[in-house]
């Protein structure tokens, strides 16, 4: 990947296939990076959020941001590294966007072209094509803000690994040493969410990972804390304005 960094195009297309379970280590690129998998879904991590990758998704990273990966699945990862002076219009800020069949197919496409392409030949058509379809991608709420409170970075992370626990702020006062009230507050400050819009959250990104698995609604909506499919299913298309089947199969 540090090959990439410096090619002499706009954008770089790397292809590259990764097991079940396999991690990438915390670090950073120079150049912004679309994060996207043909197949597979990917978990990655940040100092400001987690964030869940599916098919049909694909992760912005701005340049110089450090994060690692876990890959859930076998994952066909297809990246893009792009200069910076070629992505001003794109967000400062990590964001899952949506990628529709066109910019997927570009994506594909690029992986073809040769790393030095023909600026004024397919390459170069291809990759301005790409950088006008992310400028006007949709952006998803698939990211999980992470406090840097220790007391409430305990709290999470036990939510994270147990996202269908019902357990109260009051019950969490007695484990991290805060009150109910400061851990409401810190909530609200740290991540700009109250505690049951970031649990719901929280669920939210583990039933995605779950779903794009292939796992039944059913399975899901136990696992992260719904007593039936159907509130799952309600939760679901509040939140992405869709059902679960209509969502993965758009």
Same mark, same amino acid.
């Given at each position: 990947?540090?090959?990439?960094?410096?090619? $002499? !195009? &706009?954008?770089?297309a =790397? @292809?590259?296939?990764? #097991?079940?379970? %396999?991690?990438?280590a915390?670090?950073r690129h120079?150049?912004?990076?679309?994060?996207?998998?043909a197949t597979?879904?990917?978990?990655?991590?940040?100092?400001?959020?987690?964030?869940?990758?599916?098919p049909?998704?694909?992760?912005?990273?701005?340049?110089?941001?450090?994060?690692?990966?876990?890959m859930?699945?076998?994952?066909?990862?297809?990246?893009?590294?792009?200069e $910076? !002076? &070629?992505?001003?219009? =794109? @967000?400062?800020?990590? #964001?899952?966007? %949506?990628?529709n069949?066109?910019l997927r197919?570009?994506i594909?496409?690029?992986m073809?072209?040769?790393?030095?392409?023909?600026?004024a030949?397919?390459g170069g058509?291809?990759?301005?094509?790409?950088l006008?379809?992310l400028?006007?991608?949709p952006?998803l709420p698939?990211?999980?803000p992470?406090p840097?409170?220790?007391r409430?970075?305990?709290?999470?992370?036990?939510?994270l !690994?147990?996202?269908?626990?019902?357990?109260?702020?009051?019950?969490?006062? %007695?484990?991290?040493?805060a009150s109910a009230?400061?851990?409401?507050?810190?909530f609200?400050?740290?991540?700009?969410?109250?505690f049951?819009?970031?649990?719901t959250?929280?669920?939210?990104?583990?039933?995605l990972s779950?779903?794009?698995?292939?796992a039944p609604?059913?399975?899901v909506?136990?696992?992260?804390?719904?007593?039936?499919?159907?509130?799952?299913?309600q939760?679901? !298309?509040?939140?992405?304005?869709r059902?679960?089947?209509?969502?993965?199969?758009q």
């Amino acid at each position: 990947p540090a090959d990439y960094q410096s090619a $002499p !195009r &706009a954008v770089a297309a =790397m @292809p590259k296939d990764f #097991a079940h379970g %396999e991690t990438i280590a915390p670090h950073r690129h120079r150049r912004a990076q679309v994060i996207y998998a043909a197949t597979g879904v990917m978990r990655v991590s940040t100092s400001v959020g987690e964030f869940v990758v599916p098919p049909l998704r694909a992760l912005w990273m701005p340049p110089d941001v450090e994060h690692s990966l876990r890959m859930e699945g076998a994952v066909a990862m297809r990246t893009l590294y792009i200069e $910076p !002076r &070629a992505c001003r219009a =794109m @967000p400062r800020s990590c #964001a899952v966007i %949506e990628v529709n069949p066109l910019l997927r197919a570009l994506i594909l496409a690029a992986m073809d072209e040769k790393v030095e392409y023909d600026r004024a030949g397919r390459g170069g058509l291809i990759m301005r094509l790409i950088l006008a379809e992310l400028r006007a991608a949709p952006r998803l709420p698939l990211s999980i803000p992470m406090p840097r409170d220790r007391r409430l970075a305990r709290l999470c992370g036990s939510l994270l !690994r147990h996202p269908q626990s019902d357990a109260t702020l009051d019950h969490w006062a %007695e484990h991290v040493g805060a009150s109910a009230r400061t851990l409401a507050r810190l909530f609200r400050r740290e991540t700009g969410l109250s505690f049951v819009e970031w649990r719901t959250q929280a669920r939210l990104v583990e039933a995605l990972s779950l779903l794009s698995g292939g796992a039944p609604v059913g399975n899901v909506a136990n696992k992260i804390g719904y007593r039936s499919a159907s509130a799952f299913s309600q939760m679901f !298309r509040r939140a992405l304005g869709r059902t679960p089947r209509e969502y993965l199969v758009q």
